[in-house]
C-alpha cells in the first residue's frame, strides 16, 4: 500500500496556469492614449502568444467619432509603435476582427444602452456566453457615473455561479485623498461585489515584482536572513527621466507623493516585508499585504521634518538640451508647490522589521530612467577581512532591478587574483532577458489575463487603498499646515535635492549610486 504524501501548501494554484475564460473586453476610453499604447498591444501580443480565451472580443468606448474600421486602423498604429513584439502581417486579418468601437460620452445613460444592444449582437457571432470585462481607462472623475450607468443598463451580472461574470478594472488612482478614495470604493462596493473589482497598478504585472515572493520564500538563503538582525535598510528607487509633458494639468493636483508613492511604492513595499503566505492563493497573499500596511509608523507633523523631503525640479540640462523648471512648465501655475520629487524614511513597527529603516525616493527628470529595490544587508564585524576602519568592506546587496532592465543582482566580497588578500566587491547578476531569451511580457499582458482568469493576487482591495491613503494623508496635512510657499529645488537631470542627502546621510548611509 503506498504511503500518502503530504501536500505544500505553498503549492496550491501552482501546478497549472490560470486559464483565461471567454469574455468581451469592454474598454472605456477606447481612444485614448493608454488603450492605444498599452492595453490594445497587450491584447495583440496574448493573441501572438496564444493566451488569449479562444472566444474573445474587444469593444471601444469612447468620445472620439470611429467605427470598427477607423478603430482598426487607430489600433495597428498604435501596435505598429508600441507593442513587445512586431506587428505580423499574416495574423493581423485574424487580429483586427476581434476589434469593435462605439462612440459615446460616458455620463450619457443612452451610451449604456446602445453598448448593451452592441453587446448583444457582437457575443453571439464569437461565441461569447456573456462573459464581461469592462476597463475604465477614464479620468478620476468619471468613475462613479461610469460605474452607476453600467449597474442601471443591467450591465452588471451577480457574483457567484450560474451566471455569466462581470468584472472591473478600475485605473490608479483610486481617489485623491481618503475621502475621495472611500467614496470611489463605495460606489463601486455598492454596483459590484469584491470579488468582481480588480483595482489595477502596472507595477506589480512586471517580471521582477511578481519574482519577489519566488526570490524570498523559493531560496532558502533569502528568508533566514530576511529580518532586522540582518538586514541594515531598504531602499526604493522610482526616477523617471520625464518631466511633466502633457500631464501638467492632472500632475500639479496630484504631486510625486500621491502619483508614485501611495499606489505602486506602497505595493512594492508589501511584497517585500510581508510575511510568508500559507498559500498562493489571492486574499492569503492580500491579507499579508495589508498587515505590512497596518504596520506601518505614522508619519506625523512632528516627525515629518526627518522623514520627508520633497522639492521641485528647476531648469537644468537634459539628454543633451536645455529645459524648463517645474514651474514654467506649460499647465503648471507659477506658484505651484506641487513636488515632483519626495523621498521618505518609513518604518514597520512588527518583529520582523523593527528599527530597520527603509529610504523611498521618488522624482521627475531625473538622470535615467529606473526603478530599484535593493536591500542592504548588515555589514560583517570590523575585525579579520574588515579590520581597515579607513577602508571598510562594501556590505553585501540583493538589488531588484524592476525597470528598464527586469532582473538581480547580489554584490559580494570576493578575492582579487594574486598573492596578497586583498578584497574586491562583484556582482552576480541575473537579467530575464540575457537569461531566458527575448523580452518578458509586459506588465499589462499579466495582468488582464489575470483578470480574465478571475485571478485577484496582483490587484488592491479596498482595504489596501484606504490604508494607504491614511498613511499619505497624514503627510498631505502635515504640508498643509506648514503652508509653504516654496520648496527646495534640484537641478533637472540630477537626482534629487541636497535636502534629500541629508535625510539619508543623517543616518550615516547614503542613496545607492544607479
Not at 492595453?39 to 480565451?53: E, I, S
Request: glycine share 8%; with cysteine; hydrophobic share 40%.
Amino acid at each position: 500500500m503506498t504511503e500518502p504524501t503530504s501536500s505544500n501548501p505553498l503549492l496550491a494554484g501552482l501546478a497549472e496556469d490560470q486559464v483565461a475564460q471567454p469574455c468581451t473586453l469592454v474598454i472605456f476610453g477606447g481612444g485614448g492614449d493608454l488603450s492605444r499604447r498599452k492595453l490594445l498591444p497587450a491584447v495583440y501580443n496574448q493573441a501572438l502568444d496564444g493566451t488569449l480565451p479562444a472566444n474573445f472580443a474587444v469593444l471601444g468606448i469612447a468620445l472620439e467619432e470611429m467605427d470598427d474600421a477607423s478603430y482598426r486602423d487607430f489600433s495597428r498604429e498604435g501596435i505598429e509603435r508600441f507593442s513587445r513584439q512586431s506587428l505580423d502581417a499574416r495574423h493581423w486579418s485574424d487580429f483586427e476582427r476581434l476589434l469593435h468601437y462605439q462612440p459615446g460620452s460616458f455620463d450619457d445613460p443612452e451610451t449604456y444602452t446602445r453598448l448593451k444592444q452592441r453587446l448583444e449582437e457582437i457575443e453571439p457571432a464569437f461565441g461569447i456566453p456573456g462573459n464581461r470585462v469592462f476597463y475604465l481607462a477614464i479620468p478620476p472623475g468619471s468613475i462613479e457615473t461610469c460605474v452607476e450607468n453600467l449597474n442601471m443598463a443591467g450591465l452588471v451580472q451577480p457574483a457567484g455561479a450560474g451566471h455569466p461574470f462581470s468584472r472591473i478594472i478600475v485605473e490608479k488612482p483610486i481617489g485623491h485623498d481618503l475621502d475621495s478614495a472611500r467614496r470611489v470604493n463605495r460606489t463601486l462596493g455598492a454596483n459590484f461585489d469584491e470579488s468582481q473589482i480588480y483595482r489595477i497598478d502596472h507595477y506589480l504585472g512586471k517580471e521582477t515584482v511578481q519574482n519577489i515572493l519566488v526570490m524570498r520564500f523559493g531560496n532558502s538563503i533569502f528568508e533566514p536572513l530576511w529580518n532586522a538582525k540582518h538586514i541594515d535598510n531598504v531602499q526604493i528607487t522610482v526616477a523617471e527621466e520625464e518631466g511633466v509633458g502633457t500631464r501638467a494639468g492632472y500632475y500639479d493636483r496630484a504631486g510625486a507623493l500621491r502619483d508614485m508613492v501611495q499606489n505602486h511604492i506602497l505595493q512594492l513595499l508589501t511584497l517585500i516585508a510581508m510575511e510568508p503566505p500559507w498559500a498562493m492563493k489571492a486574499d492569503v497573499i492580500r491579507d499579508h499585504r495589508q498587515d505590512v500596511l497596518n504596520c506601518l509608523r505614522p508619519i506625523t507633523a512632528e516627525s515629518i521634518d526627518t522623514s520627508v523631503v520633497r522639492a521641485q525640479y528647476g531648469p537644468g540640462f537634459h539628454n543633451g538640451e536645455d529645459v524648463p523648471g517645474y514651474r514654467r512648465e506649460k499647465g503648471v501655475a507659477q506658484d505651484s508647490t506641487t513636488e515632483t520629487y519626495v523621498a521618505l524614511k518609513v518604518f514597520i513597527d512588527n518583529w520582523r522589521w523593527a528599527g530597520v529603516p527603509i529610504y523611498i525616493r521618488t522624482g521627475k527628470r531625473m538622470p535615467k530612467r529606473v526603478s530599484e529595490i535593493a536591500v542592504q544587508f548588515r555589514s560583517i564585524p570590523p575585525i579579520l577581512f574588515n579590520a581597515d576602519v579607513d577602508h571598510p568592506l562594501e556590505p553585501n546587496v540583493l538589488a531588484l532591478s524592476i525597470q528598464p532592465n527586469e532582473g538581480l543582482s547580489l554584490r559580494i566580497a570576493t578575492k582579487l587574483p594574486g598573492p596578497r588578500v586583498r578584497i574586491y566587491p562583484v556582482k552576480m547578476d541575473f537579467r530575464y532577458g540575457s537569461t531566458f531569451g527575448g523580452q518578458s511580457p509586459e506588465a499589462y499582458e499579466r495582468l488582464l489575463l489575470d483578470v480574465m482568469a478571475g485571478d485577484a493576487t496582483l490587484f488592491m482591495r479596498r482595504d489596501a487603498v484606504e490604508t494607504s491613503w491614511v498613511f499619505i494623508e497624514d503627510i498631505l496635512n502635515a504640508w498643509e499646515s506648514s503652508r509653504t510657499r516654496w520648496l527646495p529645488e534640484y537641478s533637472a537631470g540630477t537626482w534629487g535635492p541636497l535636502e534629500s542627502d541629508r535625510l539619508i546621510e543623517s543616518d550615516s548611509r547614503k542613496w545607492r549610486l544607479l
